[in-house]
């Protein structure tokens, strides 16, 4: 099979925590080399694209931020198509509020202001916040999203709670399920991805370390996936699992 561009996962896939991989170097260079597209697709919504470009070029990769696409560059797309003008309380760190201050928004702090609460990680997430949550999502009236799915993530020495993890707190005592939970798998980071690289799906290999986001979202589109073992999932997990990636590789350089 012959690829025109690649998506790669970020955490779990390139890098762990500050640090890059193993094998991620002689991959990330074999897909240069072939001259492929590259798109860096994260669902970490706390940095914008060119913070996540630092860390990468921290770690030794040249990255560009027309380059990276996150979960928070998804939230914010999906709030300014279909959300404009409304009241957005968010539970979430710094860096996806400021990438919200672009989007034609109003970030309120009264939740019972709220005409959408967005739910993310926050590592400073506490009874309070859970509480004024549930208290703005009483209305029925108000849209309830979270930025990504991810319970558990990889962190630089071990794995650690994700979004997902606020956004089933949230939901928990509110009763009632998110409208959309953005980033990967959801459509709309699909979209966004084959927008931004201008290539067909049957065209892109999506590289990823996680099942239910990074490869479901592939093959739900027509891509190629790849699963890459240095990350969240287990070979037992895998075993397990109804989704079967295209490929299966210890690393990245693997798939050479």
Partial sequence: ??????????????????????????????????????????????KAP?????????????????????AGTVTADY??????????????????????????????????????????IDRAFGYDDMAEAMTALRGTDVTFLGTDPDVVIPAADRDVPGSGAVVNAVAGVAGRDPEAVLGKP????????????????????????RLETDIDGALNVGCDAALVMTGVTTSVELERSALRPTYVAEAIDDLL
Avoid: K, W
């Fill in 79 to 120: 709030l300014r198509e279909h959300h404009a003008g409304e009241s957005v309380f968010v539970v979430g760190e710094s860096g996806l509020l400021e990438l919200l201050e672009a989007v034609p928004v109003t970030v309120v702090e009264d939740a019972e202001a709220a005409d959408v609460v967005v739910a993310s």
């Fill in 50 to 70: 060119p913070a996540y470009a630092d860390r990468l070029r921290t770690a030794g990769v040249d990255a560009d931020p027309e380059e990276i696409l996150t």
């Fill in 186 to 209: 959801h459509a709309s980071a699909q979209r966004m991805i084959l927008d931004r690289l201008d290539v067909p799906a049957a065209d892109c290999l999506v590289v990823g370390d």
């Fill in 1 to 46: 099979m012959t690829f025109r561009a690649a998506v790669l996962d970020v955490d779990g896939t390139v890098l762990r925590g500050d640090r890059l991989l193993p094998g991620a170097d002689r991959g990330l260079a074999a897909i240069d080399a072939a001259g492929l597209r590259r798109l860096f697709v994260s669902n970490n919504p706390t």
